[in-house]
């Protein structure tokens, strides 16, 4: 059963820890720009 849920678990941890180290794209940055100007 650990098996399981490690493998069931374990690429939402990678996505999180992606999105936490890897810098944002500009498109989205941009984005978030023109969206607070307004």
């Known amino acids: 059963w650990r098996t399981l849920f490690w493998f069931g678990a374990y690429p939402p ?7 936490l180290y890897l810098p944002e794209a500009n498109s989205l940055l ?4 023109t969206r607070i100007e307004r």
């Open 13 to 19: 941890l990678l996505i999180i820890l992606f999105r």
């Open 30 to 33: 941009e984005r978030q720009a």
